[in-house]
């Protein structure tokens, strides 16, 4: 009788992989010890090991970010606005904005707040690092009377037992608005529609732009040019392509 051959046995594949590669750390970590290694001096070792190997990682794709269009925007705020919760109105509009990520938004303390200024202190945000975003003068008013409604609370947006808000129970809120109005929103959504307004509207450059927003490198500041592409560009385009007779 003739066997055929069955497909092949993934996880059987996989353990193989992972128990080389556990073997593979084991036998380095032995050379460390031996060595006598330490954090720099591993990291100098593991770097020139990369170089010597060539090893680099697989460039990953970029995807465009999913903002709200105009009408998805203002449908979402009027929703808000009628649920007449103070708390949730400031906070989703504060979302966009400063375009603070969620977890800086819930670590914002009523200390970091200079409201003459207009501008507000995140520390510790993405990659540890402090840095300072802006609001408007108009919204500096609603936070006053925010704060002086709530004299004796540390964080700007505390629970009924006097914590800070946790990143889930934020993504919760900004969902509940979102399916009352029929869009696909989360709390990143607003810090995307922020960068994208500001990049078509502002001027400021991506230098500036990089302050503000937080980003690392300038670089990722690019994705939103592809996304905010200026109403005046998108009419020169079609008025282009009107004189063309094809």
Same mark, same amino acid.
């Given at each position: ?157 505390? !629970?009924?037992? #006097?914590?800070?808000?946790? *990143?889930? &129970?934020? +993504?919760? /809120? ?6 009352? !109005?029929?869009? #696909?929103?989360?709390?990143? *959504?607003? &810090?995307? +529609?922020? /960068? ?51």
């Amino acid at each position: 009788m003739k066997l055929t051959k069955g497909p092949p046995d993934f996880e059987a594949q996989n353990g193989k992989a992972k128990s080389q590669k556990a073997r593979i750390v084991a036998d380095i970590a032995r050379i460390v010890r031996r060595e006598g290694l330490d954090y720099l001096g591993w990291r100098y070792v593991a770097k020139k090991v990369r170089q010597v190997c060539e090893l680099r990682p697989a460039k990953k794709g970029r995807k465009l970010p999913r903002v709200l269009n105009s009408d998805e925007f203002r449908r979402f705020y009027v929703a808000v606005d009628q649920a007449d919760n103070v708390q949730h109105a400031l906070m989703l509009r504060l979302l966009f904005y400063t375009a603070v990520r969620v977890s800086e938004l819930c670590k914002i303390e009523i200390a970091d707040i200079d409201l003459d200024a207009c501008k507000i202190r995140i520390n510790s945000g993405k990659g540890d690092k402090d840095r300072y975003v802006l609001f408007g003068k108009s919204f500096a008013t609603a936070l006053r009377t925010h704060i002086a409604a709530h004299p004796r609370s540390r964080w700007l947006f505390q !629970t009924r037992r #006097n914590g800070k808000f946790s *990143t889930r &129970r934020v +993504q919760q /809120i900004v969902k509940v608005y979102a399916l009352r !109005t029929g869009v #696909n929103a989360t709390p990143h *959504t607003f &810090r995307h +529609q922020a /960068i994208t307004w500001l990049t078509r509207h502002s001027g400021l450059a991506d230098a500036e732009l990089q302050l503000i927003t937080g980003h690392a490198r300038r670089e990722t500041l690019a994705i939103y040019q592809h996304v905010a592409l200026d109403g005046d560009l998108e009419a020169k385009y079609q008025q282009t392509m009107r004189n063309l007779e094809l």
